[in-house]
């Protein structure tokens, strides 16, 4: 199993602004990701977290706007650039230890984000 | 590309009644299935999961059976707690190539238990 700890929890931002989100597994995992959940909605995949490289963005998301790194196997970095209220949501980070497609995944608690 | 579409909340129980969410998925493949819960103020835990057709999974009394034949992941529980209220989502993963293993997620569905 993995625990993930996310910060900060929760942090209403000034529109124009930047926002970095940390995400700390306390064991080495295979893969980590990023979602996001908009109120009432279900959660989109941003990307994967690719240790030592760029980032796999999915469709919709761009490096420049998602910034992303992770710089080992533990720990990764989401940052929300020139942030509008359209990006308000919980941005959420996951992680899996293994490849097998039935591999289970963990997320962290979130982090609710209030764009004002 | 995969979809899991999974039933509209909110659901209203009251203690001990008989609880059903049903999900439907699409895929072009052999996915795994999952339910994730996310209980108020936390993030996703997994449920219970399936790999394989005719699989059940079950966990803290909650069942769900992989019906290839109807592409259906419903999830059951005989009598549901106060404890049970939560958001449940769908979810499915299949590989989809070059190491990637995407999860769908359904668009969850909240579940309200009253004493």
């Known amino acids: 199993s993995a625990v993930i700890s996310q910060k900060p929890s929760r942090d209403i931002c000034q529109r124009g602004t930047s926002l970095t989100i940390q995400c700390q597994v306390d064991s080495q995992v295979t893969m980590m990701f990023w979602y996001r959940q908009q109120p009432g909605q279900s959660l989109t995949l941003i990307a994967t977290?690719?240790?030592?490289?760029?980032?796999?963005?999915e469709s919709g998301f761009v490096i420049d706007k998602f910034p992303i790194s992770r710089p080992n196997l533990t720990f990764s970095t989401l940052t929300v650039s020139n942030m509008s209220p359209e990006d308000s949501s919980i941005y959420l980070c996951?992680?899996?230890?293994?490849?097998?497609?039935?591999?289970?995944?963990?997320f962290g608690q979130g982090t609710r984000l209030t764009v004002v | 590309g995969n979809s899991v579409t999974q039933m509209e909340g909110p659901v209203t129980l009251s203690e001990e009644a008989f609880l059903t969410i049903n999900c439907t998925y699409t895929?072009?493949?052999?996915?795994?299935l999952f339910w994730y819960v996310q209980y108020p103020g936390e993030g996703l835990q997994l449920l219970l999961k399936a790999t394989k057709a005719d699989d059940k999974g079950s966990n803290k009394g909650f069942e769900a059976t992989y019906r290839k034949e109807t592409t259906s992941f419903h999830l059951e529980k005989g009598s549901v707690q106060v404890s049970d209220s939560a958001v449940y989502f769908c979810?499915?993963?299949?590989?989809?190539?070059?190491?990637?293993?995407?999860?769908?997620f359904g668009k969850g569905t909240k579940l309200s238990v009253i004493p």
């Open positions: 979810a499915l993963t299949e590989y989809s190539g070059a190491g990637s293993y995407q999860l769908t």
């Open positions: 977290a690719n240790q030592g490289s760029e980032a796999t963005y």
């Open positions: 895929a072009t493949g052999y996915p795994s």
């Open positions: 996951s992680a899996r230890t293994g490849l097998q497609v039935g591999t289970e995944a963990f």
